[in-house]
C-alpha cells in the first residue's frame, strides 16, 4: 500500500489523544459519540463508544444511524492522518448490520485503509462488541475534494 511516510501533523495530534474522550475533534458529529481512542497509525484506527440511551431506537438497541456514524466518523478520522494533503470526504458507505447492542454494552470500532489511492481512498470497518460478536462491518470509498488540510484551520 503507498503512503507517504512524513508523520503528518493530523497524526500527531490523534497520537496525542489516545486513551482520551475524543469530544475536541473537527467533527462535531464525532464529538457528540464522545469515542475514546484507543489505536490510530497512518492505516488503521481504534475507538471504543459506550452505547448510550440517546443512541438507541425505540426498542432501546442501538439505531442504524448511530452504528453507520460510528463507521463513517471512524473511517473519516483515520483518512484524515492517511497522508493526503487535501480533505476527502465519503461517496459511499455500505453497512450490514449483524447484530444488535444495548445500552451499556462497550463497542470497539476499527478500521483499515485497504487502498490509498492519489484521488480515492478505500476503507473497511467493523463493530465489535466486548464479546467479539460483530455487530457491523462496512465499506467505503473517499474522494479528494479540493479543500486543502491546511486550510482547514484544524490539527
Known amino acids: 500500500m503507498k503512503t507517504t511516510n512524513n508523520i503528518s501533523p493530523q497524526l500527531e495530534f490523534f497520537k496525542s489523544q489516545i486513551g482520551k474522550k475524543l469530544d475536541k475533534t473537527p467533527s462535531a458529529a464525532g464529538n457528540w459519540l464522545g ?21 438507541c431506537n425505540p426498542a432501546q438497541i442501538l439505531h442504524g444511524g448511530v452504528i453507520s456514524l460510528m463507521l463513517d466518523d471512524v473511517i473519516g478520522m483515520g483518512n484524515f ?3 493526503s494533503d487535501y480533505l476527502m470526504t465519503s461517496i459511499n458507505l455500505n453497512v450490514d448490520f449483524l447484530a444488535s ?7 470497539e470500532v ?8 492519489s484521488n480515492v481512498n478505500h ?6 462488541k466486548e464479546s467479539g460478536k460483530i455487530v457491523a462491518k462496512a465499506s467505503s470509498n473517499l474522494i479528494k ?3 486543502k488540510i491546511q486550510d482547514l484551520g484544524v490539527q
Do not use: C, Y
Request: glycine share 8%; hydrophobic share 50%; no cysteine.
Open 81 to 83: 492522518v492517511a497522508g
Open 123 to 128: 476503507w473497511e470497518a467493523i463493530i465489535r
Open 35 to 55: 469515542g475514546t481512542l484507543l489505536e490510530i497509525d497512518q492505516h488503521s484506527i481504534k475507538v471504543q463508544f459506550e452505547v448510550r440511551p440517546e443512541m
Open 101 to 107: 447492542a444495548k445500552i451499556g454494552e462497550m463497542l
Open 145 to 147: 475534494t479540493h479543500v
Open 110 to 117: 476499527s478500521a483499515k485503509l485497504v487502498r490509498f489511492g
